[in-house]
C-alpha cells in the first residue's frame, strides 16, 4: 500500500505564506526569528548579506539582500546611504548634515548625494512639517 501524498494543498500553504509575508526570517543556530518591520531600527548591507538592527540592540544577519528584505517586509525604509536603510520611527535627529542617530545610540552616515532627499522625506513624511 502506498500511503505518499501526491497533491498539495494550495489554500493551506497560501494562507501560511499570507500569514508570514511581512516578517523577516532568522537563523541563528537551530532557532528561528521572525522579525517585524516596528522591531528593525535599520539594516547595513554588505553583498548579498543584510545585517538587521534591532530594537532589542542585537545583530542579525539574513542572507538577503536590504532591496529583497525591504519588498518582504512592506515597510518604508528610506535608503540613505548605499550600505544603510533606516526606519523612519527609530530616527532621534541628525548629526551634522550627514548623519542621522537612531534609537540605540546609532549613527548611521547619510550618502551627500542622498542628503537633500533624506531631509524631505524625514521632516515633510514623517515629522509632520514642510
Known sequence: MNTSVNH???????RARKKRRNVVT?????RVFYLEAHQITYMQGEGNYT???TTDG??????????????ILNADFLR????FMVNPDHVLSRLRCDKILMSGGAQIPIARRRIRETDKNLTT?????G
Open 80 to 83: 540613505v546611504h548605499k550600505s
Open 125 to 129: 513624511e514623517y515629522l509632520g512639517a
Open 51 to 53: 545585517y538587521v538592527h
Open 8 to 14: 498539495t494543498f494550495p489554500g493551506v500553504v497560501r
Open 26 to 30: 532568522v537563523h541563528q543556530g537551530t
Open 58 to 71: 542585537k545583530r542579525h544577519l539574513v542572507s538577503k539582500t536590504m532591496k529583497t528584505i525591504q519588498k
